[in-house]
């Protein structure tokens, strides 16, 4: 069986989501999320998780993308009853049962969207329509075959000055603080 876990090929999400999820948590679309609010009124970085974000299941987390791996019949149990607990303790689910059925229906549902063949990353654009909540899923597959998961590659080069200019250097951690505060 195949499910889906978060990815991050980059640290975009950590700018766009609150909170974002960790790779490699269990993934399921989370729509339901947003089910006790106006979606036409979310803003800042809500909205974007309305609108492209899976929900990681252990942190609550949002990730822009997905990608099928393989699973086991306890993995999916487990995911199930975790998603069970959130469901009680974060969304008021009225009791563990009731929970634990619409666990089994969010896993479910993510394990439907698991059609293509391992390692194929899924992206879902969200959208607010007539009153009702749309979703639109792709795959995004390496052309040429299996490559690694990278959004940016970096090579390095021997023999070459590190700082052949002093104003050349980067901070891209400073950055990524400026950018959070």
Known sequence: MK???TIRLDPSDTFIFEPAAEPGEWAVSGAFAFWNGDPAELQGKVRSAFRGG?????????STLVQIVEAS???RARLVELLALRLVERFGAPD????RAAAEEEVA???SLCSEPQDTLIAVHRSFE?????????TLKPRNGPKPARAFSF?????EDEASEPGEQIDLIGMADRERK
């Open 3 to 5: 499910l889906l876990r």
């Open 54 to 62: 899976f929900l990681g299941v252990q942190s609550l987390g949002w």
């Open 73 to 75: 019949d306890a993995d």
């Open 96 to 99: 563990i049962a009731a929970a």
């Open 109 to 111: 549902f993510a394990a």
């Open 130 to 138: 007539n009153g009702e909540v749309h979703e639109a899923f792709r």
């Open 155 to 159: 090579l390095e080069v021997e023999g």
